[in-house]
């Protein structure tokens, strides 16, 4: 198959001869997009769609049942005063009044109930707990139904200088981390990109130059996120999904932009005419880039068989994006690089080497270390593999916990005040949370069930405080919020759920006939996501190895290069989570980092990190393994081709890297524990794979293959005879230059 008459070398001849057509598509595009997005807002996950497991019906038990509602608690301390005191009542009335008439507020309880329930040991503090309900609008956002109550305490603590009067909750704490979450998208948006045009600038020696990547990278996030919008209005998405994309959408879009302007630059700097130029680039680079994102998409789409909200809205997004980045390679880019030609190079850095030297000139350090590992392979390659599984080995004692309380940044007012509530109420804001589904079941039957059950958590030591129960407006669902021993994430309160599900439930509420009983909760998520993972991550890692396997294979015609393109792949993946763990979880750096560890990671990062690392690493091999496969097929030996490629792309992949590396070092500086994990392990993986496994583990494992990288078994032989990425046909105008 002739590559001048593939689907990139097409859409780039079309784009070049119809470049304002092309370059006011895009724009138009992606202006639609950002105001079909603003104007239709992001429709996220509610908390009934998280969870799997028992825990997931409970969640969406609770939410048929009392719609969207929030637990909130007031905090009312003073230093001189005790809650027995007169004053001390007073200000707790004070509290309930002006509560009860505050718009959203119901269910508001004394402290002073079942004997003093809300009041500390030690008499100084007491808790005044409410609800806050919707109403029946399913519409009303979680800010408008907090602002109301946060308005009346702040009142009532500026008011009452004697007292600490704060308040916590569900909604309180989500209007606070969504409003913290936002703060951090921005400062990594504005971060983010002068640090790439500055390593852009570096790498290209020219501020035109520099700018079309970055223009491209920038454009393809924007559409994509005014697409994801109206999608969210059927299939809701993760209140991160932005971040996400930001991160895999400036990656791919600077990196194909990146390859296909080195390589016009390559053909021009060899005496190609812009047009011929701009076609070997279409040819070669444009067909890495479109094999490359499939099989960044092919990755991404393996967490849909996660079944998991987070996980299936995070592969729409990635999708999306790389989608929407391989589209505006494809087709703006070449319009946009027909259109400057030379001019490209324009805005020259005068202390920097001439961009057309650059293009013709192999970076000698690159080329030392390329030369050392090709004399001596089993030395450097051997050394590189240890030096990876030696990394890896933290890793074998992961502990993954779904984020709580003790991820969330130390400076929000709500979490310090929840600390306050933790030192004078151990546990009573972890509650495990039971939904009793009554439909068919005598209401009797159930109540009396439901006492029973309040009655056991109460007796034991598990369960430090009294059980509060609600009931739906339909009888048909009950409430009952168990505060159980321990953090929420430790080993009792682990135990506590365990006796709560195969104790206690089964021997009360559970006996009902007709009741349906299941547990939700921090604790009961943890338990029910990381059973539910253990079962869900052979499905994905199987899907997206077999997925990467098949399009090398197909690509390369070779059953060599996919085996060792994966095996690559998982030594550095495994290094990143290896150095995830020794970070975060046994909390190394922490002051460095400005984190608490929480002697966890993260339950979604592990299956996120693999898809997404799979995926963008595959970006360099394929980028890589072209030009080798491009060198052989010119009549190179395999060591000469291994050598001549790397060295020819060290400059455009390291800059790649050092782009994502950046980018992804920003997340690390975020105050979110996950987003910082979230940063440190892809940043950490992309540097690995971009040094220690393509300077060393992959012209090591090559050299000492030989011919056998391209390997096909007989039986494979029926593959189709496609040219590889690079793999060009003779051209006159080529050979006219020679």
Excluded at 155 to 163: H, W
Excluded at 229 to 255: K, M, N
Excluded at 483 to 502: K, Q
Excluded at 725 to 733: F, K, R, V, Y
Aim: no cysteine; aromatic share 8%; net charge negative.
């Amino acid at each position: 198959m002739n590559d001048r008459n593939g689907l990139a070398a097409r859409a780039a001849r079309w784009s070049a001869r119809h470049r304002a057509l092309a370059i006011g598509g895009w724009v138009a595009f992606v202006i639609a997009a950002t105001m079909i997005g603003g104007s239709t807002g992001m429709q996220t996950l509610s908390e009934a769609d998280y969870g799997i497991g028992e825990s997931g019906e409970a969640n969406r038990a609770l939410d048929e049942g009392f719609g969207t509602t929030y637990s909130e608690t007031v905090l009312i301390q003073s230093e001189g005063l005790e809650a027995a005191d007169p004053e001390f009542r007073q200000m707790v009335a004070q509290v309930q009044r002006r509560l009860q008439r505050t718009a959203s507020v119901t269910a508001v309880e004394s402290p002073y109930r079942d004997g003093g329930a809300g009041i500390s040991p030690d008499g100084t503090s007491a808790l005044v707990g409410f609800e806050l309900d919707d109403g029946g609008d399913p519409d009303s956002a979680v800010d408008e139904l907090v602002e109301p109550s946060l308005a009346t305490v702040a009142a009532l603590d500026g008011a009452a200088p004697q007292f600490r009067i704060e308040q916590f909750g569900d909604g309180s704490v989500e209007v606070a981390v969504s409003e913290s979450f936002e703060e951090d998208f921005r400062r990594a948006e504005l971060t983010s990109l002068p640090i790439t045009l500055i390593i852009l600038v570096l790498a290209f020696g020219a501020l035109v130059a520099a700018f079309v990547p970055l223009l491209l990278a920038a454009t393809a996030v924007a559409g994509t996120i005014g697409l994801l919008a109206p999608l969210s209005q059927i299939w809701a998405v993760d209140e991160s999904i932005g971040s996400v994309v930001l991160l895999i959408g400036l990656a791919v879009g600077v990196d194909y932009s990146m390859f296909y302007l080195r390589r016009e630059r390559e053909e021009r700097a060899r005496g190609l005419s812009s047009e011929a130029a701009l076609e070997a680039a279409a040819a070669t680079s444009g067909r890495a880039v479109l094999i490359s994102g499939a099989t960044v998409m092919l990755a991404m789409s393996g967490m849909y068989l996660a079944g998991e909200s987070t996980f299936q809205s995070f592969a729409t997004g990635t999708i999306l994006v790389v989608a929407v980045a391989v589209i505006g390679s494809l087709t703006v880019l070449p319009a946009v690089l027909s259109k400057l030609g030379d001019r490209v190079n324009k805005g020259r850095i005068p202390f920097l080497r001439r961009p057309e030297e650059r293009a013709s000139r192999e970076p000698r350090a690159w080329g030392a270390v390329v030369d050392a590992v090709m004399r001596r392979p089993k030395l450097y390659g051997g050394a590189a593999a240890a030096v990876l599984i030696v990394m890896t080995i933290p890793a074998l004692g992961l502990k993954m916990e779904v984020p709580g309380i003790d991820g969330l940044p130390k400076d929000l007012p709500e979490i310090q005040t929840y600390e306050r509530i933790q030192q004078q109420f151990p546990g009573d804001q972890i509650p495990a949370t039971v939904a009793v589904e009554g439909s068919g079941a005598e209401t009797a039957e159930v109540e009396a069930a439901v006492r029973e059950l309040t009655a056991e958590t109460g007796a034991g030591r598990l369960f430090p405080g009294p059980a509060s129960v609600q009931s739906s407006r339909d009888g048909q669902v009950v409430r009952i919020d168990v505060p159980i021993a321990g953090d929420g994430t430790d080993e009792r309160s682990r135990r506590a759920v365990a006796e709560l599900r195969e104790t206690i439930i089964p021997a009360t509420v559970g006996a009902v006939s007709g009741a349906e009983a299941n547990v939700t909760g921090l604790t009961a998520g943890n338990v029910d996501f990381n059973d539910g993972m253990a079962g869900r991550v052979p499905l994905v890692v199987a899907f997206v190895l077999a997925m990467a396997f098949v399009l090398l294979l197909v690509t390369f015609r070779s059953i060599v290069i996919p085996i060792k393109a994966i095996v690559l792949n998982l030594l550095s993946v495994g290094a990143a989570y290896g150095l995830v763990v020794w970070i975060f979880q046994e909390g190394h750096l922490e002051s460095l980092l400005g984190f608490e560890s929480s002697g966890a990671v993260a339950s979604w990062l592990p299956m996120f990190l693999f898809v997404v690392l799979f995926g963008l690493s595959m970006d360099y091999h394929v980028f890589i393994l072209s030009r080798v496969r491009e060198a052989w097929a010119s009549g190179m030996s395999t060591e000469r081709a291994v050598a001549s490629a790397i060295k020819s792309t060290a400059g455009v992949v390291s800059a790649a890297a050092l782009v994502m590396v950046a980018v992804f070092s920003i997340f690390a500086t975020l105050s979110m524990l996950e987003m910082k994990q979230f940063g440190v392990g892809l940043g950490a993986a992309i540097l690995i794979d971009a040094t220690i496994v393509r300077a060393f583990l992959l012209p090591a494992s090559m050299k000492l293959l030989g011919d056998w990288n391209w390997y096909l078994p007989s039986w494979l032989e029926w593959l189709p005879e496609r040219r590889a990425p690079g793999e060009l046909p003779p051209d006159p105008e080529l050979e006219a230059t020679a």
